[in-house]
Protein backbone atom coordinates (compact mmCIF):
# COMPACT_ATOMS: atom_id res chain seq x y z
CA UNK A 1 0.00 0.00 0.00
CA UNK A 2 1.16 3.39 -0.52
CA UNK A 3 1.91 6.16 1.79
CA UNK A 4 0.66 9.45 1.80
CA UNK A 5 3.31 12.08 0.61
CA UNK A 6 2.41 13.93 3.48
CA UNK A 7 2.49 11.47 5.79
CA UNK A 8 6.33 10.94 4.66
CA UNK A 9 7.31 14.49 4.82
CA UNK A 10 5.50 14.63 8.69
CA UNK A 11 6.44 11.14 9.95
CA UNK A 12 9.72 10.38 8.41
CA UNK A 13 8.09 7.36 7.41
CA UNK A 14 11.04 6.67 4.34
CA UNK A 15 14.05 6.08 7.16
CA UNK A 16 15.20 2.89 7.06
CA UNK A 17 16.48 0.01 4.32
CA UNK A 18 14.46 -0.70 1.34
CA UNK A 19 12.25 0.77 -0.78
CA UNK A 20 8.84 3.04 -0.08
CA UNK A 21 5.90 3.86 -2.69
CA UNK A 22 4.91 7.68 -1.88
CA UNK A 23 1.21 8.92 -3.51
CA UNK A 24 2.54 12.34 -4.64
CA UNK A 25 0.33 15.41 -4.42
CA UNK A 26 -0.07 15.30 -7.85
CA UNK A 27 -1.41 11.71 -8.68
CA UNK A 28 0.66 8.86 -9.16
CA UNK A 29 3.18 7.09 -7.35
CA UNK A 30 6.70 7.31 -6.84
CA UNK A 31 9.16 4.33 -5.79
CA UNK A 32 12.58 5.33 -3.83
CA UNK A 33 14.79 3.90 -1.98
CA UNK A 34 14.76 4.68 1.81
CA UNK A 35 16.81 7.24 3.54
CA UNK A 36 18.38 6.01 6.99
CA UNK A 37 21.06 7.33 9.02
CA UNK A 38 23.43 5.50 7.05
CA UNK A 39 22.98 7.62 4.33
CA UNK A 40 24.57 10.70 5.40
CA UNK A 41 27.22 9.08 7.86
CA UNK A 42 29.65 6.82 6.58
CA UNK A 43 30.12 3.55 8.37
CA UNK A 44 27.75 4.26 10.69
CA UNK A 45 24.29 2.46 10.96
CA UNK A 46 21.30 2.48 13.69
CA UNK A 47 19.72 -0.61 14.91
CA UNK A 48 16.19 0.79 14.49
CA UNK A 49 16.83 1.02 10.70
CA UNK A 50 17.54 -3.22 10.73
CA UNK A 51 13.67 -3.25 12.74
CA UNK A 52 14.80 -3.41 16.14
CA UNK A 53 11.99 -1.89 18.25
CA UNK A 54 12.88 0.72 21.25
CA UNK A 55 9.29 -0.13 23.18
CA UNK A 56 10.63 -3.31 24.93
CA UNK A 57 7.67 -5.60 23.34
CA UNK A 58 9.58 -7.28 20.15
CA UNK A 59 12.52 -9.31 20.21
CA UNK A 60 15.02 -7.32 18.82
CA UNK A 61 17.80 -9.86 18.51
CA UNK A 62 17.82 -10.65 14.15
CA UNK A 63 17.86 -6.92 14.01
CA UNK A 64 21.00 -6.34 15.90
CA UNK A 65 22.63 -9.34 14.15
CA UNK A 66 21.90 -7.89 10.80
CA UNK A 67 23.06 -4.60 11.82
CA UNK A 68 26.30 -5.75 13.08
CA UNK A 69 26.70 -7.64 10.08
CA UNK A 70 26.42 -5.15 7.71
CA UNK A 71 28.68 -3.38 9.61
CA UNK A 72 31.24 -5.48 9.16
CA UNK A 73 32.17 -5.08 5.54
CA UNK A 74 33.23 -1.49 7.13
CA UNK A 75 34.14 -1.60 10.60
CA UNK A 76 31.78 0.34 10.80
CA UNK A 77 29.28 1.52 14.38
CA UNK A 78 26.46 0.55 14.94
CA UNK A 79 24.30 3.08 17.21
CA UNK A 80 21.61 2.06 19.64
CA UNK A 81 19.13 4.88 19.90
CA UNK A 82 17.74 5.68 23.57
CA UNK A 83 14.84 3.26 24.45
CA UNK A 84 14.48 -1.19 26.00
CA UNK A 85 15.62 -3.44 23.69
CA UNK A 86 14.36 -7.13 24.11
CA UNK A 87 16.84 -9.67 23.12
CA UNK A 88 15.84 -13.13 23.48
CA UNK A 89 18.78 -14.74 21.39
CA UNK A 90 22.75 -14.32 20.85
CA UNK A 91 24.37 -11.94 18.99
CA UNK A 92 27.59 -12.87 17.59
CA UNK A 93 30.27 -9.95 16.94
CA UNK A 94 32.15 -9.95 13.77
CA UNK A 95 35.67 -8.82 13.97
CA UNK A 96 36.07 -4.61 13.77
CA UNK A 97 32.27 -3.74 15.01
CA UNK A 98 31.41 -1.40 17.77
CA UNK A 99 27.82 -0.97 19.21
CA UNK A 100 27.41 2.46 20.88
CA UNK A 101 24.40 3.32 23.25
CA UNK A 102 23.42 6.34 24.88
CA UNK A 103 24.52 5.88 28.41
CA UNK A 104 22.86 7.21 31.65
CA UNK A 105 25.27 5.97 34.74
CA UNK A 106 22.80 5.28 37.62
CA UNK A 107 24.05 7.27 40.46
CA UNK A 108 24.24 6.47 44.11
CA UNK A 109 22.33 9.85 46.03
CA UNK A 110 24.26 11.41 48.79
CA UNK A 111 21.76 11.50 51.61
CA UNK A 112 20.00 8.51 50.91
CA UNK A 113 22.31 5.69 49.27
CA UNK A 114 19.41 5.37 46.35
CA UNK A 115 19.96 4.87 42.70
CA UNK A 116 17.99 7.24 40.24
CA UNK A 117 15.87 5.34 37.75
CA UNK A 118 18.07 3.46 34.79
CA UNK A 119 17.58 5.30 31.22
CA UNK A 120 19.25 5.25 27.74
CA UNK A 121 19.87 2.36 25.60
CA UNK A 122 18.70 -0.77 27.78
CA UNK A 123 19.30 -4.12 26.44
CA UNK A 124 16.75 -6.39 28.35
CA UNK A 125 18.13 -10.19 28.40
CA UNK A 126 16.19 -13.60 29.01
CA UNK A 127 17.52 -16.13 27.82
CA UNK A 128 18.86 -19.15 30.95
CA UNK A 129 20.92 -20.89 27.82
CA UNK A 130 23.00 -18.31 26.05
CA UNK A 131 24.87 -15.59 26.06
CA UNK A 132 23.40 -12.27 24.55
CA UNK A 133 26.61 -11.41 23.00
CA UNK A 134 29.55 -13.55 21.58
CA UNK A 135 32.58 -11.13 21.14
CA UNK A 136 35.37 -11.85 18.97
CA UNK A 137 37.92 -9.38 18.20
CA UNK A 138 38.02 -5.73 17.57
CA UNK A 139 34.93 -5.18 19.23
CA UNK A 140 33.76 -2.04 21.65
CA UNK A 141 30.95 -1.54 23.71
CA UNK A 142 30.17 1.35 25.44
CA UNK A 143 27.10 3.61 26.55
CA UNK A 144 25.11 0.66 27.18
CA UNK A 145 22.90 -0.89 29.93
CA UNK A 146 21.98 -4.88 30.41
CA UNK A 147 19.49 -5.59 32.40
CA UNK A 148 17.29 -9.03 33.32
CA UNK A 149 13.94 -8.30 34.12
CA UNK A 150 13.71 -11.85 35.52
CA UNK A 151 15.96 -12.13 37.72
CA UNK A 152 14.06 -10.58 40.49
CA UNK A 153 15.40 -9.57 44.10
CA UNK A 154 12.30 -11.02 45.98
CA UNK A 155 14.22 -14.53 45.19
CA UNK A 156 15.97 -16.53 47.69
CA UNK A 157 19.00 -16.92 45.56
CA UNK A 158 19.55 -15.33 42.10
CA UNK A 159 19.06 -17.43 38.73
CA UNK A 160 22.11 -18.56 36.95
CA UNK A 161 22.26 -16.68 33.84
CA UNK A 162 25.26 -17.24 30.93
CA UNK A 163 27.74 -14.57 31.05
CA UNK A 164 26.57 -11.22 29.55
CA UNK A 165 29.49 -11.36 27.33
CA UNK A 166 31.58 -14.87 26.37
CA UNK A 167 34.10 -15.58 23.29
CA UNK A 168 34.09 -17.42 20.67
CA UNK A 169 35.44 -20.95 21.38
CA UNK A 170 38.12 -21.84 19.34
CA UNK A 171 39.31 -17.66 18.47
CA UNK A 172 41.86 -16.02 20.39
CA UNK A 173 40.16 -12.54 20.95
CA UNK A 174 42.29 -9.27 20.86
CA UNK A 175 41.83 -5.70 21.53
CA UNK A 176 38.26 -5.38 22.47
CA UNK A 177 37.00 -2.24 24.85
CA UNK A 178 34.09 -2.05 27.14
CA UNK A 179 33.69 1.72 28.03
CA UNK A 180 30.72 3.20 30.37
CA UNK A 181 28.27 0.12 30.40
CA UNK A 182 25.91 -0.66 33.30
CA UNK A 183 25.70 -4.34 34.12
CA UNK A 184 22.35 -3.64 36.44
CA UNK A 185 21.71 -7.63 37.48
CA UNK A 186 24.10 -9.44 35.51
CA UNK A 187 25.37 -12.99 37.23
CA UNK A 188 28.37 -12.84 34.83
CA UNK A 189 29.49 -9.41 33.47
CA UNK A 190 32.51 -10.54 31.09
CA UNK A 191 33.91 -13.86 30.51
CA UNK A 192 37.52 -13.71 29.12
CA UNK A 193 39.10 -16.83 27.66
CA UNK A 194 42.59 -17.61 27.74
CA UNK A 195 45.45 -16.48 25.58
CA UNK A 196 43.31 -13.16 25.47
CA UNK A 197 44.85 -10.00 24.29
CA UNK A 198 44.90 -6.39 25.13
CA UNK A 199 41.35 -5.50 26.27
CA UNK A 200 40.30 -2.23 28.23
CA UNK A 201 37.60 -2.26 30.77
CA UNK A 202 36.72 1.38 31.48
CA UNK A 203 33.32 3.08 33.28
CA UNK A 204 31.84 -0.44 34.32
CA UNK A 205 29.04 -0.09 37.03
CA UNK A 206 26.78 -2.57 38.20
CA UNK A 207 25.97 -5.19 40.45
CA UNK A 208 27.57 -8.80 39.73
CA UNK A 209 25.71 -11.30 41.35
CA UNK A 210 28.21 -13.78 40.82
CA UNK A 211 31.49 -12.48 38.79
CA UNK A 212 32.28 -9.32 37.49
CA UNK A 213 34.76 -9.78 35.21
CA UNK A 214 36.29 -13.41 34.39
CA UNK A 215 39.74 -13.11 33.30
CA UNK A 216 40.78 -17.11 32.69
CA UNK A 217 44.70 -16.84 32.16
CA UNK A 218 45.28 -13.74 30.29
CA UNK A 219 48.06 -13.23 27.03
CA UNK A 220 48.18 -9.70 27.02
CA UNK A 221 48.51 -6.46 29.12
CA UNK A 222 44.94 -5.66 30.02
CA UNK A 223 43.81 -1.81 30.95
CA UNK A 224 41.21 -1.61 34.30
CA UNK A 225 40.05 1.64 34.80
CA UNK A 226 36.70 3.03 36.92
CA UNK A 227 35.45 -0.15 37.74
CA UNK A 228 32.08 0.26 40.38
CA UNK A 229 30.61 -2.79 41.99
CA UNK A 230 27.86 -2.47 44.45
CA UNK A 231 24.66 -4.62 45.22
CA UNK A 232 22.84 -0.53 45.66
CA UNK A 233 22.97 -0.46 41.57
CA UNK A 234 20.28 -3.36 41.89
CA UNK A 235 18.79 -3.24 45.36
CA UNK A 236 17.91 0.20 46.05
CA UNK A 237 16.43 1.29 42.41
CA UNK A 238 14.05 4.63 43.48
CA UNK A 239 11.74 3.17 40.40
CA UNK A 240 11.92 0.07 38.11
CA UNK A 241 13.56 0.18 35.29
Known sequence: MAIP???VVADDLNLGYGSVAVTMPAGGLATS???GLHTFVVNVYNVCD????PSGDAD???AFQDAVNRAQAVRGVVIVPPGRYKVLGQI???????????????????TTGLVDRIGGSVLEIYSLTVSPFQYRSGNRFEGLTFYY?????????????PATFTFTVGITASNNRWTSCQFVNSYVWI?????HLDCVFDDLVGCPLSIGI????????????????SYYYWCQFTDAI
Open 92 to 110: VMPNGVAIIGYSTHATLQP
Open 5 to 7: YAR
Open 50 to 53: FGAD
Open 214 to 229: HVDGGGGTDAFRRIRM
Open 60 to 62: CTA
Open 191 to 195: DIQVG
Open 149 to 161: PNQLRTQASPTVY
Open 33 to 35: AKI
